[in-house]
């Protein structure tokens, strides 16, 4: 089954975990591959949908690159269904393939063509409004979609939730009359119509918060900064799992269903009991 968001103003991010600053030159060409992978599944998805790429970026060889950020993950969520703010909060969270860097730099944008296989599975075209931060990529895949994005954040100038403005020139039947429905019900209402245009709040603060979950979450369990971990991706569903429910009894009944799905597996102190060929 598929879940899919309700109609409303949804919002996507990427965050990153952690960072390994020093790796040899197989780990730095594993991450390599890992990105070279999922580049090459998006530009099949931006060929099917008939998208102009961007120009490729220049980057140097692989071995002047010492820094591997991990741990990367892209977090959509619904603000707005239709003219209410959304109580229950739904968000999904996507993995990410490492990205690698030169030491003392960051690791820079989210490209078009690892965030566009995910949009496409939840960014609809007429039940959607985008709202992300100031990234190209972000905002061209939404582009893409044909699905209208709030634009105006700008984190250098400390504007995070700007009056966005979205022109009706250009605009579906079925995103027009989502707009309106916004624009509908009990004030303050989530948008405002104008003669050529809709004016609703921009910014992406709610998937912000929930990258800070995450970071909080792991840093509570000694795997934020610099731990490299096979199972990064699991940790960070773990730690949105243990923050949605609390207590100690949910922690042990996860335990207690690790423990039913490992029954009949060998045990750790009867590996050398007797040689693997006799199983």
Not at 138 to 146: P, S, Y
Not at 190 to 205: Q, Y
Not at 209 to 234: C, F, M, N, P, Q
Not at 248 to 273: I, W
Request: proline residues 5%; contains cysteine.
């Amino acid at each position: 089954m598929t879940f899919s968001f309700s109609e409303g103003i949804l919002e996507y991010d990427t965050a990153a975990t952690s960072v390994q600053r020093t790796a040899c030159k197989k780990t730095l060409r594993d991450a390599c591959r890992q990105i070279f992978t999922q580049d090459k599944r998006g530009k099949r998805r931006a060929a099917a949908l008939a998208v102009k790429p961007s120009k490729p970026h220049k980057t140097k060889h692989v071995h002047d690159k010492k820094k591997i950020h991990r741990g990367r993950h892209l977090i959509f969520t619904l603000r707005h269904s239709n003219s209410a703010l959304c109580q229950k909060r739904e968000y999904v969270v996507c993995p990410l393939a490492p990205k690698v860097a030169r030491q003392g730099r960051s690791s820079g944008p989210e490209s078009f063509f690892e965030t566009l296989p995910h949009a496409e599975r939840f960014l609809k075209k007429g039940s959607h409004v985008a709202a992300v931060d100031g990234s190209r990529a972000l905002h061209k895949c939404a582009e893409a979609l044909q699905v209208p994005s709030a634009h105006g954040v700008a984190h250098l100038r400390k504007v995070f939730t700007p009056l966005s403005t979205i022109p009706k020139k250009g605009l579906d039947a079925a995103t027009l009359k989502l707009l309106r429905d916004m624009c509908a019900g009990p004030a303050p209402t989530v948008a405002k119509e104008t003669r050529d245009s809709f004016k609703l709040t921009g910014g992406d603060n709610v998937a912000e918060s929930l990258a800070g979950v995450t970071k909080h979450e792991l840093r509570r369990l000694s795997k934020h900064r610099g731990t490299v971990d096979r199972i990064e991706h699991r940790n960070i569903l773990a730690a949105h799992w243990i923050h949605k429910n609390p207590g100690l009894s949910n922690v042990l009944r996860a335990l207690k269903v690790h423990k039913d799905k490992c029954r009949g597996c060998r045990k750790p102190t009867d590996a050398f009991a007797r040689p693997l060929w006799q199983d």
